[in-house]
Nanobody, 110 residues
Framework: VQLQASGGGLVQAGGSLRLSCAIS????????VNWYRQAPGKQRELVAA???????SYAGSVEGRFTISRNIAKNTVYLQMNSLKPEDTAVYHC?????RGQGTLVTVSS
């Protein structure tokens, strides 16, 4: 299984970004996919998750601002991030079961 995250970048506070996690080797329709982030000097945080059946959940710090979604045909999971804050700055990566992709850096300037 391979996961490839993309879509990170530099954005001003209040702006938006959409991250993508393209997965090969296993179907997202049968597996949960998670988005994590880790900021310098901080513990890794589970940001959002989508289960195989489509149920979604979010960390309280992003609830109402971030939306996780998926495209079954493309076997890709997305993380739409709106109203970004400087404290959202981190490396974001996606996971499926024990597999983890390389991260993508999100930097939010104040």
């Amino acid at each position: 299984v391979q996961l490839q995250a993309s879509g990170g970048g530099l954005v001003q506070a209040g702006g938006s970004l959409r991250l993508s996690c393209a997965i090969s080797g296993s179907l997202i329709s049968f597996n949960a996919v998670n988005w994590y982030r880790q900021a310098p000097g901080k513990q890794r945080e589970l940001v959002a998750a989508v289960l195989g059946g489509g149920y979604t959940s979010y960390a309280g710090s992003v609830e109402g601002r971030f939306t996780i979604s998926r495209n079954i045909a493309k076997n890709t999971v997305y993380l739409q991030m709106n109203s970004l804050k400087p404290e959202d700055t981190a490396v974001y990566h996606c996971t499926m079961r024990e597999f983890r992709g390389q991260g993508t850096l999100v930097t939010v300037s104040s």
